[in-house]
């Protein structure tokens, strides 16, 4: 049976350097107290020995773990939405780049209320974990609304905690908003400069917590240019699949009934579904009707990018302004929102995402 291999530890990397552990532990930490020369030759041991950090002996050392927790409420669907992990690798990055791990935690969905209901919110079955001390602070995620009594848990924890992709503000945290408001009367407006005047609004999940936002965006965009909103302008169904073709063609039935020449997708990927069956009816895209989407555009329909209206974001960027919020709430800084930025990029001429 192969002898385990002892794990090379501070003191040995100590004891062939003739220098004491706490040298040893301040030359790898980079203090200036130690000089270059003997600093240069503990790294060169402690490489020789190949001595590795024991992460949680430095965790009791200074009761910091180097770990930023991600919280989502919504399970793996995160790492393959285009959104979500757009913003990710932008948090992500800051976060490797400032020594930083990010740690995830997927608790299951329970709702407070009825079982399809959006509007009630939801048990954050993985809290517990989230405050045990394995990491330093949090980012959380969230499209459902947090129990008030949890968000005062996390008020009272002291830990720096930062709301991602939140739709309305919530006091006391530092925050990076959707800006769905603001997205949707762009898009409006913008339809509404082309000459639409009747626009149809699809994606839309039944009691979804940004209806409100998009219902007054929308009539504001209308209202600007003293023109009314009329009737049937938006379709939403039973359940969030905006990749569901049966419910994509439904709602487009519905919009086309009602006489919408411009229509508005919740995504750049239903609107190339949408495109597609559109076309099939004899309808031409943007011959024939209007389709904004928000982005990002994946990278295998950008060939189709001629055909629409896009409406999008840095997410990238959102993503590294959410790991300097989180800067700021371990530095104890006053808490604030800051949204992410919308631009009308018009017809063809969609960017690409930065990663």
């Given at each position: 049976?192969?002898k385990?291999?002892?794990?090379?530890?501070i003191?040995?990397v100590?004891?062939?350097?003739?220098v004491?552990d706490?040298?040893?532990?301040?030359?790898l930490?980079?203090?200036?107290r130690?000089?270059?020369?003997t600093?240069d030759?503990?790294?060169k041991?402690?490489?020789?020995l190949?001595?590795?950090?024991?992460l949680f002996?430095?965790?009791?050392r200074t009761?910091?773990t180097?770990?930023l927790?991600?919280f989502?409420?919504?399970?793996s669907?995160?790492?393959?939405n285009?959104y979500?992990g757009?913003?990710?690798?932008?948090?992500?990055e800051s976060?490797?780049k400032?020594?930083?791990?990010?740690?995830?935690?997927?608790?299951?969905?329970q709702s407070l209320g009825?079982?399809?209901?959006?509007?009630?919110p939801i048990?954050?079955?993985?809290?517990?974990?989230?405050l045990?001390?394995r990491?330093?602070g949090?980012?959380?995620?969230?499209?459902r609304?947090?129990?008030?009594?949890?968000?005062?848990?996390?008020?009272r924890?002291?830990?720096p905690v930062?709301?991602?992709?939140q739709q309305?503000?919530?006091p006391?945290?530092?925050?990076?908003?959707?800006?769905?408001?603001e997205r949707?009367?762009l898009?409006a407006?913008?339809?509404?400069?082309?000459g639409?005047?009747?626009?149809?609004y699809m994606?839309?999940?039944?009691?979804?917590?940004h209806e409100?936002?998009?219902?007054?965006?929308?009539?504001?965009?209308?209202r600007?240019?003293?023109?009314k909103?009329?009737?049937g302008?938006?379709?939403?169904?039973?359940?969030?699949?905006?990749w569901d073709?049966?419910?994509i063609e439904?709602?487009?039935n519905k919009?086309?009934?009602?006489?919408c020449?411009?229509?508005?997708?919740?995504?750049?990927d239903?609107?190339m579904?949408a495109?597609?069956i559109l076309?099939r009816?004899?309808i031409e895209?943007?011959?024939?009707?209007?389709?904004a989407?928000?982005?990002?555009?994946?990278?295998?329909a950008q060939f189709q990018?001629?055909?629409l209206c896009l409406?999008?974001a840095d997410?990238?960027?959102?993503?590294?302004?959410v790991?300097?919020?989180y800067k700021?709430?371990?530095?104890?800084?006053?808490?604030r929102?800051?949204?992410?930025e919308?631009?009308w990029?018009?017809?063809?001429?969609?960017d690409?995402p930065?990663?």
């Open positions: 049976m192969e385990k291999r002892k794990r090379i530890t003191l040995d100590a004891r062939v350097s003739g004491t706490g040298t040893v532990s301040r030359a930490a980079g203090d200036k130690v000089s270059p020369k600093r030759k503990i790294l041991i402690a490489e020789k190949n001595y590795r950090p024991h002996a430095r965790y009791l009761n910091v180097k770990h927790g991600i989502w409420q919504g399970g669907w995160l790492f393959y285009h979500y757009s913003l990710l690798s932008g948090l992500a976060a490797e400032d020594g930083n791990h990010l740690v995830f935690y997927l608790p299951e969905i009825e079982v399809n209901s959006y509007n009630v048990q954050m079955t993985g809290f517990n974990e989230l045990d001390g990491v330093d949090a980012v959380v995620l969230g499209f609304t947090i129990p008030e009594e949890q968000l005062a848990i996390l008020r924890s002291g830990m930062v709301l991602m992709s309305k503000e919530v006391g945290f530092f925050q990076l908003l959707a800006g769905t408001y949707t009367r898009a407006e913008k339809l509404l400069d082309m639409h005047r009747r626009i149809g994606g839309f999940f039944e009691e979804s917590l409100e936002m998009v219902q007054n965006a929308m009539e504001d965009a209308f600007k240019r003293r023109l909103l009329g009737k302008w938006r379709e939403c169904s039973e359940k969030w699949n905006i073709v049966t419910l439904r709602q487009l919009l086309l009934e009602n006489k020449t411009g229509i508005i997708c919740v995504s750049a239903q609107a579904l495109v597609e076309k009816k004899g895209v943007p011959r024939d009707l209007s389709l989407a928000y982005g990002p555009l994946s990278f295998v990018r001629s055909t409406i999008e997410l990238f960027k959102a993503g590294s302004q790991y300097e919020l700021e709430a371990q530095q104890g800084k006053k808490c929102s800051i949204s992410i919308w631009k990029l018009g017809q063809g001429n969609s690409t930065t990663k």
